[in-house]
């Protein structure tokens, strides 16, 4: 009964390791020719549906990492302010170095 299983989902991945490559779009195949994928999960179903997934398939696009403005740029609402850009901060610091702490 544990072999009819493994080889129920073997052939379940094979399947859908084939269906995978046939319907990727040619462009977006990595590393060989599409034709040559298809014939790859074909001939060697288990470890040609690996190396498939591995490095055949096309990446997820990745979002990208928010990246604060740098030096220059006006900085947003939502963005933390410096105490440089604190006009508060400024006057307060200059009272203090006159000597004005009333």
């Known amino acids: ?3 009819v299983l493994i080889g ?3 052939l379940a991945f094979w399947l ?10 040619e462009d977006e195949v ?3 020719p599409k034709a040559l994928w298809i014939l790859i999960v074909v001939l060697i179903p288990l470890l040609g549906g690996l190396v498939w997934m ?6 997820a696009p ?6 604060p403005p740098g ?7 939502g963005m933390p302010k410096g105490p440089d850009d604190d006009p508060d901060f ?5 009272r203090r170095m006159r000597g004005d702490d009333t």
């Open 62 to 67: 990745r979002a990208a990492w928010p990246v």
């Open 90 to 94: 400024l006057r307060d610091l200059d």
């Open 30 to 32: 990595r590393n060989v």
């Open 16 to 25: 859908f390791s084939l269906f995978d490559v046939v319907t990727t779009p």
């Open 54 to 59: 591995a490095r055949g398939r096309p990446r």
């Open 71 to 77: 030096p220059g740029v006006p900085k947003g609402p």
């Open 8 to 10: 129920l989902a073997l």
């Open 1 to 3: 009964m544990a072999g």
